[in-house]
């Protein structure tokens, strides 16, 4: 446990935030070209970018926690 609170943590929150912001429109903006796709194949895209993003989260938690990236 920290014997002192750092701003890690809520600034961490907030990047979080505005980076799940930022890939959801990314992704809204790659709609209208899944569209064109079999739904088969739109369910694997939308599998596969739903899960994209936790691919960077460990090491951003890490970091959120110790101030170290590794």
């Known amino acids: 446990m920290r014997e ?7 600034l961490g929150v907030l990047l979080l935030l505005a980076g799940l912001a930022l890939y ?3 992704v ?26 936790l691919l960077p989260l460990r090491r951003f938690l890490i970091w959120m926690e110790t101030g170290r990236w590794g």
């Open 24 to 26: 959801a429109g990314l």
């Open 28 to 53: 809204v903006q790659l709609t209208p070209w899944i569209g064109t796709l079999p739904v088969w194949l739109q369910a694997v895209v939308y599998l596969f970018l739903g899960v994209a993003w």
């Open 4 to 10: 002192r609170p750092t701003l890690r943590i809520p």
